[in-house]
Each structure stands twice: as structure tokens, then as C-alpha cells.
């Protein structure tokens, strides 16, 4: 049985980082896709950050580039979201989720974790 | 950016009755690579629909999805409680992904 557990989040000043995990069990990282989403409050859905199945990519929406770095630990089977200078509106519930299909490229997320609140606030 | 345009925003419904929502591309999805999740309150989202039109692990009969180009429609046939929620659509053509700003479907 697939499982995400996320982990990490919590409220930090602008301008600080924080690094988020995602503990998988039921697959391995290292033969899926695998991304980090967020949703802010009463907001909708938003993508992050992707790392290839073969670790060979990675992606991010443009307003994180330069700040936040995905990746993963084959022997750990965890994603992680390292996330520098925070702002504001980085403030959401961070999930990570997995491709549908492994050793391919898919981006349909069929697993999700819980979800972990990042707060930014002075 | 491929942006992703669902309409109502809000839908009122009964149970039985047919739901259709709808998902607009700002460019032509190419490869099939367009999804629907369903998001409860509290909940993590779910997928229901990917590659148009095929449903995912154990998701019901009467969820259906179609389309083509920049058009789509997620349709529950006959609607059941369990079914009100918020449901998205999301698309993978050209980076970044991008996900519609969600319909949500309420008991009328």
C-alpha cells in the first residue's frame, strides 16, 4: 500500500528556509516521478516542483526557481523541498504526490501525502 | 503558460441528478496529458480521470471524462453524496503544470 507522510513544515520569519520530507512507503522514489504541490488557504491547487524518475530533471513554477531545490534519497525512499528566502506567499499546505506510471514520464499525481502547513510570518 | 479555465465556479446539484463540469486550455493539450482531481474538504485530492478520458484505481462508473484540443468535461452520471466536493483539472503539455481554479459542486 502506497504512503506519503510529509513532514517539515511549521511557521518561519520571511527570509528563512525550512526543508520539507515526504517518507514513502509501497514504492521507491527512485523509479517515479515525484512533485511537490501547494495550496494556499481557501485557494486551489498549485504545482511546485518536479524531479524526474531517473533524477535526470527537475522543474519548478517560476516563482520558486532559484529558491527552492527538489530532491530525493533512494536509500531513505524520501522526497525533500529545500525552501530558502521564504516569502509571504509561500505560505500554504505543501503536498508531495508520485507519477501514476514509474520509469516514465507521466505527471498525473495518483498518491498524495497529507500535506504540511508552511507558514511565513514575522 | 497553459492556463486552465473551469466553468461555473460553482455548481448546485441534487443527488441523481448529472453533473458536467467544464475545462478550458488557453493552448491545445497535446498528448491526452489532461487529468481531473477530486478535493474533499480536509482531504488530500484525489484522481479520477487521466489521459482525457480513462478512470483511475477504483474510481466509479459514472465519472467520465472527454474532450480534445483546448475543450473538456468531467460528467458524473447520476450524482451520489459522497460526490460534492471540489474538482480540478489539470493539464501537462508544456511546463509548468497548471491546474484550473476548481468548480465546486454543492447539494442544491
Known amino acids: 500500500q502506497v504512503q506519503l507522510v510529509e513532514s517539515g513544515g511549521g511557521v518561519v520569519q520571511p527570509g528563512r528556509s525550512l526543508r520539507l520530507s515526504c517518507a514513502a512507503s509501497g514504492f521507491t522514489v527512485n523509479t517515479h516521478g515525484m512533485h511537490w504541490l501547494r495550496q494556499a488557504p481557501g485557494k486551489g491547487l498549485e504545482w511546485v516542483a518536479m524531479?524526474?524518475?531517473?533524477?535526470?530533471?527537475?522543474h519548478y513554477i517560476d516563482s520558486v526557481k532559484g529558491r527552492f531545490s527538489i530532491s530525493r534519497d533512494g536509500s531513505k525512499n524520501t522526497l525533500y523541498l529545500q525552501m530558502n528566502s521564504l516569502r509571504a506567499e509561500d505560505t500554504a499546505v505543501y503536498y508531495c504526490?508520485?507519477?501514476?506510471?514509474?520509469?516514465?514520464?507521466?505527471?498525473?499525481?495518483?498518491?498524495w501525502g497529507q500535506g504540511s502547513l508552511v507558514t511565513v510570518s514575522s | 503558460e497553459i492556463v486552465m479555465t473551469q466553468s461555473p465556479a460553482t455548481l448546485s446539484l441534487s443527488p441523481g441528478e448529472r453533473a458536467t463540469l467544464s475545462c478550458r486550455a488557453s493552448?491545445?493539450?497535446?498528448?491526452?496529458?489532461l487529468a481531473w482531481y477530486q478535493q474533499k474538504p480536509g482531504q488530500s485530492p484525489r484522481l479520477l480521470i487521466y489521459?482525457?478520458?480513462t478512470r483511475a484505481t477504483e474510481i466509479p462508473a459514472r465519472f467520465s471524462g472527454s474532450g480534445s484540443g483546448t475543450e473538456f468535461t468531467l460528467t458524473i452520471s447520476s450524482l451520489q453524496s459522497e460526490d460534492f466536493a471540489v474538482y480540478y483539472c489539470?493539464?501537462?503539455?508544456?511546463?509548468?503544470?497548471?491546474f484550473g481554479q476548481g468548480t465546486r459542486l454543492e447539494i442544491k
Open positions: 493552448q491545445t493539450i497535446g498528448k491526452n496529458y
Open positions: 524531479i524526474s524518475y531517473d533524477a535526470t530533471q527537475t
Open positions: 504526490a508520485k507519477d501514476l506510471f514509474g520509469s516514465r514520464w507521466c505527471n498525473y499525481f495518483d498518491s
Open positions: 489539470q493539464q501537462y503539455t508544456n511546463w509548468p503544470i497548471t
Open positions: 489521459g482525457i478520458s
